[in-house]
């Protein structure tokens, strides 16, 4: 990456390797290169991963408006090769810039661009009649205005390959991949928000019980309005698409408090209906879903590094919120109004932990039968052969006297 970075014309520049969320491709992982400058926003690069990481396509590359002459599109492209130093990679087609920008770039990793190498080295990630349609209309930018294109690395280049893409579009596997299953993980999600004065002051006073600030915050959101959008597996990623949505918004951070949750469905319920992808869950017409809440961590997006946590011996019984009011099941409006707050004469539940010995009696009683007999083992074979002898004879069943032995008088 040294060759682009070194051009750099600017400082407070940072360049933020992060997910992003899109309904193509749901099997792909999508990743984004974000460009700061100063804390804003001044470009990105979306890709998709394959689920074995060795092959990229690239979504959009974008620079911002007063941010083109500073190299930053370079940048970013040497990032994702940076990390991802192995994987196949498609470039897609290029718009009228983008043909600009690519005759200018010195690509780092040629040999990984699958422009450049026959179809049956790359055909399993991606589909060749797609792949022939982009360099198709790549070339008509280059000719049309008169650039290069690098021209010299392309595979066959200006040759005409309909027949060569037919035979290997067969060669593609649509790719596969195990998503979070919302019945068996533990989920994060997180909502932004801008808190009244006092209670911001409050949760984030660290002379306080962190449960009961964490209480205290969800009181005011409201237990019945935790996010239905973007579930995540890990605490990281909720915070990330956060703090990503903060970025891209362009609104301020100074006042922001992002809020992250940890659940699992109610024990003993069916995952309801849900759009899995590769790293995350989004419940798109969630009627109002009962989850347990376990934990709940805090931050504002200034100060990320301290990070408020609180985790709840017994869970909270909480709920995901209806993506729309009129969709809401009966059981959500009984306890929850329109903006998730609780109803009169509804108050917090607590989940209460099932008995793990409940209905195992039968398997107890034999164990502990098991564990008698064991111990009365080692004791008599601990015992001396006279002593064990005794001790058998003492534990003989008693006869009655036989009617013809003679009684003693």
Do not use: C
Request: hydrophobic share 40%; aromatic share 8%; no cysteine.
């Amino acid at each position: 990456m040294a060759g682009a970075e070194a051009e750099l014309d600017n400082t407070g520049t940072a360049l933020w390797l992060t997910d992003w969320h899109t309904d193509e491709y749901p099997d792909w992982t999508p990743r984004r290169v974000l460009a700061l400058v100063g804390g804003v926003q001044a470009g990105q690069l979306d890709f998709l991963v394959h689920p074995d990481g060795q092959a990229l396509a690239v979504w959009m590359l974008d620079v911002e408006p007063g941010f083109e002459s500073r190299n930053l599109a370079s940048v970013m492209m040497d990032a994702l090769h940076a990390a991802h130093p192995t994987a196949w990679i498609d470039h897609g087609s290029r718009t009228l810039d983008g043909a600009f920008w690519w005759d200018r770039y010195t690509d780092p990793a040629p040999e990984r661009n699958i422009h450049n190498r026959p179809p049956e080295e790359w055909a399993r990630y991606f589909d060749a009649l797609v792949v022939m349609g982009q360099r198709a209309r790549n070339a008509h930018q280059n000719r049309r205005y008169g650039l290069d294109g690098h021209s010299a690395a392309e595979y066959r280049h200006g040759e005409r390959l309909e027949a060569e893409a037919a035979h290997w579009a067969p060669a593609y596997r649509q790719a596969q991949a195990q998503g979070p299953d919302p019945a068996a993980a533990e989920l994060y999600g997180g909502l932004r928000l801008v808190l009244p004065n006092a209670l911001q002051r409050a949760v984030y006073d660290e002379g306080r019980d962190a449960g009961q600030r964490a209480e205290q915050l969800l009181d005011h959101i409201g237990h019945g309005s935790l996010p239905y959008a973007a579930w995540h597996t890990t605490p990281r990623a909720a915070f990330e698409h956060m703090a990503q949505q903060q970025i891209l918004a362009h609104g301020p951070a100074e006042d922001a408090t992002h809020v992250a949750f940890r659940v699992r469905l109610t024990s003993g319920r069916e995952a309801p209906r849900h759009t899995p992808r590769a790293t995350w869950v989004s419940y798109t017409d969630s009627p109002g879903i009962e989850v347990e809440l376990s934990a709940m961590s805090w931050r504002s997006p200034q100060t990320p590094w301290a990070t408020h946590t609180a985790e709840f011996d017994q869970p909270i019984d909480a709920a995901i919120a209806p993506k729309i009011w009129a969709d809401a099941s009966a059981q959500y409006k009984a306890r929850f109004d329109e903006i998730g707050e609780l109803r009169p004469g509804q108050s917090p539940r607590r989940a209460t932990a099932a008995d793990p010995l409940a209905g195992r009696e039968a398997d107890i009683a034999a164990l502990a039968a098991r564990l008698k007999e064991a111990s009365r083992r080692r004791a008599a074979a601990a015992l001396p052969a006279s002593a064990q002898e005794e001790s058998e004879s003492l534990r003989a069943p008693q006869q009655n006297p036989s009617p013809h032995s003679p009684r003693l008088t």
